[in-house]
């Protein structure tokens, strides 16, 4: 078996996503509104969706573990969801007020209730809009220039956080000593400068290159799960936030994959650690766009318009479609749904139905797979041994994982090929028993023609 006969039959299946993407990439930089959207030969493109369910445009149907990269935690057009949003139509009649709305308070208490470490939050569009903001408060209010973050882990696509997010090992520095590699042209060279690489869960190092740098770094921005499944070590958690604290530096969590999905606090809750600031988005937009910033009150104040009358003495923070209605309503529908009892303790029960039954299968066919994550966020790594770290993912079989993905899709299961794997409370028995179908093919096509 090869990648590229998989890649061979993924196309000849599909020759009216095959067509689209022909004429799609003359228009459209790459065919795609996001790098992360393409994979080899091309992207699937899809027309329809259904619960847990999406339909491509040659009819073929998969069980979605993509759902919008975790947003759709009820997953699609979830009858509360759509109730919430016909209610803003009906009552508020309107998309965007530009302004503010009652439905903002309604939000903000959720929030606060849910997220013992906020005294104020803002509303912004992305995640990505979220931890540029709230870096922006961190340095404010510190008044040093550098941050510091952590080797493998992605905080959304601006300038200052584009650094060492898949760094080559050529140019990545000693595991205890990383060096800011950009990831992307056209990322001035003032944010590699002014940026901090930390090697994830290992304490020795991080303790000792941030003591050393103290004098300069505003902030500690950190993903607690990287990419959403490799969990941080709970004492080295716990470490950071009390050195942080020591050495007047800024702890931010992107809860942004995790918020709602590790509990429905965050990581945060799971761990038992509280940092400055958060950064959410996803699963708190309920399928529509948004991101929350979160903190302490002496910090979120500094964006206050009723702090000073002049400019420089505020941090600047708007965006028209801030805390728009149908985000916030989508929102509230999908946390007053998880915050119902049993329900997302159901979802954490078909999330772990689903891991054992992918790990027994591993075994039965004697693949080196195996699942990692927490809560209702995993991966497949094509590994046995243990990853705690960005370098870990060295250990894993890009390939083998890569050949599992394309088997799925042909077997009808997608989260896009390398991607972690996101479940929804649509996500039933019989989504489960279709998706564990689809490994056991996927499997015994590997076993039985082994990756060459």
Known sequence: ???????????????????????????????????????????????????????????????????????????????????????????????????????????????????????????TNSGLEATLFALRLATAYTGKTHIAKFEGHYHGAHDHVLQSVNPTADLAGTTDSPQPVPESLGTPDYYRDHSVILPFNDWDACEKILTEKADRISAVIMEPLLSGYIAA??????????LTAQLGMILIFDEVKTGFRIEIGGAQAFYGVEPDLTALGKVVGGGFPIGV????????????????????????????????????????????????????????ASTSQLRAGIDALAKQYDLPFQTLGEGTIFNVMATQDSVESYRDLGKNNNQLRLALDYLLMENGVYSKPMNRFSMSAAHGQTEIFATLDAFEKSMAALKQDPLV
């Open 233 to 242: 070590d709970r004492i080295f958690l716990k470490n950071l936030r009390e």
């Open 293 to 348: 910033v979160g903190g302490k009150r002496e910090i979120m104040e500094l964006a206050s318009p009723l702090r000073s009358s002049k400019k420089s003495e505020v941090v600047f923070h708007s965006g028209t479609f801030n805390g728009n209605p149908l985000s916030i309503a989508a929102g509230l529908a999908t946390i007053r749904y998880l915050k119902q009892p049993g329900n997302f303790a159901q979802m954490i």
């Open 1 to 123: 078996m090869k990648i590229s006969s998989l890649q061979a039959t993924f196309q000849q299946s599909r020759p009216n996503s095959a067509a689209f993407f022909e004429r799609a990439k003359h228009t459209i930089s790459g065919g795609v509104n996001g790098n992360l959207r393409y994979f080899a030969p091309f992207p699937i493109i899809f027309e329809k969706a259904d619960s847990a369910s999406l339909i491509d445009l040659d009819g073929h149907r998969y069980v979605d573990y993509l759902l919008s990269y975790g947003a759709l935690m009820l997953g699609h057009a979830h009858p509360e969801v759509l109730k919430a949003t016909q209610k803003v139509w009906e009552e508020q009649g309107t998309s965007s007020f530009g302004a503010t709305h009652p439905l903002e308070m309604e939000m903000t208490d959720e929030l606060l209730e849910l997220y013992p470490s906020f005294d104020q939050v803002r509303f």
